[in-house]
């Protein structure tokens, strides 16, 4: 056997140092006044002062983009991604209440192409700029022989904190408060599996059709349109109290998301009567999938929900922001989540 080397088994340290040099940028621009370390430090440095809190509590989350990467592979995009996985952790955090001090980010693949990890880190860079969070480090890991080639895998961790008298865990949900919703982008980062299924594989859709449904956008725009972070909207109404619960709604859609913050003897009634991106119609009409099966699989346009005892200034403070919310049902005395026109 002739002499071998790292890079001949698979591993280029030389393109993973090429990766690193082209994140530097992008990631120094999310570091805030309390990141006291750089990249290439074996541990990220944050200073823990929380200036206004008086009792701080972290909140930490993990989470991935999917098998949404596969899209994105198919499309030879990965701009969206990084900013997916971001807004998703953020958002995940942001039930309780917590606001995000900083990312941690890991990165796998078979074969790295620098070009497609600095791609992948500097849309999580841009989503961390958004949410005010630093891009604390991360690790970019090159596994020929367990991802194949052209495979990535992306996966990070949030941090955040809440201080505890603002906790927002559910417990203070009543019978009577009524759900407003914010509307989701898409599928944000679920239900990849099965849309995959029915439209790439089943009906051979090409990432550049234009069904009609879809109204002039691609596919593969519908697809990889970025999983958006409600932090910024949501503040507001966190400052004033206004919220007794907050779901977002991720894999197991509306019923599996809403019922994890109902107290014991509480459930929900939904009105399922806020608008549904085309892209579910699609799935839906294509693979027959029945409406009970897209609730549990897909958001269906209900990206974040909360519960409030005052619907009304909740509405009009989200409208003066820009948004577009929407009355989503009610808490009841009862249990689970039910929908309206399932009980007529």
Known sequence: MS???YRASGVDIREGN???????????RTFTPRVLSDLGHFGGLFRADFPGIVSPVLVAGTDGVGTKLRVASLAGDYSTVGADLVNHCVN???????????????????????????????????????????????????????????????????????????????????????????????????GYSL???????????????????????????????????????????????????MAHITGGGVPGNLERILPEGVGAVMDPCWPVPPVFRLISRLGEVPE?????????????????????EVVRILEEAGEKPFPAGEIVAGRGVVYREAEE
Do not use: W
């Open 195 to 245: 849309a995959r299924r029915i439209l790439l594989e089943a009906e051979g859709m090409s990432l550049d059709a234009r069904p009609g449904e879809l109204m002039g956008a691609t596919l593969g725009e519908a697809l990889l349109a970025v999983h958006r972070s409600y932090l910024n909207p949501v503040l507001p109404l966190l400052s004033r109290g206004l919220l007794t619960g």
């Open 18 to 28: 090429r990766a690193v040099s082209l994140m530097k940028a992008a990631v120094r």
């Open 292 to 312: 009970e099966e897209m609730r549990s699989a897909f958001n269906m346009g209900a990206g974040f929900l909360m519960v409030t005892p005052d619907p009304d």
């Open 92 to 190: 995940d955090i942001l039930v309780q209440g917590a606001t995000p001090l900083f990312f941690l980010d890991y990165i796998a693949c078979g074969s790295l192409s620098a070009d497609i990890a600095a791609r992948i880190v500097t849309g999580m860079a841009g989503a961390c700029v958004e949410n005010r969070c630093a891009l604390l480090g991360g690790e970019t890991a090159e596994m020929p022989g367990f991802y194949g080639p052209g495979d990535y895998d992306v996966a990070g961790t949030i941090v955040g904190v809440v201080d505890e008298p603002a906790i927002v865990d559910g417990s203070k949900v009543r019978p009577g408060h009524r759900i407003v919703g914010l509307p989701s982008t898409g599928l944000h980062t679920n």
């Open 3 to 5: 002499a071998m080397d």
